[in-house]
């Protein structure tokens, strides 16, 4: 059964940084891509940006662009997710995928956890 447990959020100011945590169980790590998404109140849940197994691959929402950076610790079974620049539009619920297929338009499990709150005020 998989498993998987955000943290890292909180409240910051705009311009200000977060680094999420995504931790697995469940089934081996490195041979499914990991991603984030994003809710904010009201709206439907959005992809925010994916590796692939091995880390060699990324892809990003065009509004996170040179302001995320995906990342991975197979070792540890962990993704991770650096928010630098952070905007008020940036907050929501992040949450933390396990997939197959292409970056951009492959499968996830909605293997969905509690999420993790961040919040960026202006």
């Known amino acids: 059964q998989v498993r998987l447990v955000e943290s890292g959020g909180g409240l910051v100011q705009a311009g200000g940084s977060l680094r999420l945590s995504c931790v697995a169980s469940g089934r081996t790590f490195n041979v499914f891509n990991m991603g984030w998404f994003r809710q904010a109140p009201g709206k439907e849940r959005e992809f925010v940006a994916a590796?692939?197994?091995?880390?060699?691959?990324?892809y990003y929402t065009d509004s996170v662009k040179d302001r995320f950076t995906i990342s991975r610790d197979n070792t540890k079974a962990t993704a991770y997710l650096q928010m630098n620049n952070l905007k008020p539009e940036d907050t929501a619920v992040y949450y933390c995928?396990?997939?197959?297929?292409?970056?951009?338009?492959?499968?996830?499990?909605?293997?969905w956890g509690q999420g993790t709150q961040v919040t960026v005020s202006s």
């Open positions: 590796i692939s197994g091995n880390g060699g691959r990324t």
């Open positions: 995928d396990q997939g197959t297929g292409s970056l951009d338009a492959g499968y996830w499990g909605k293997y």
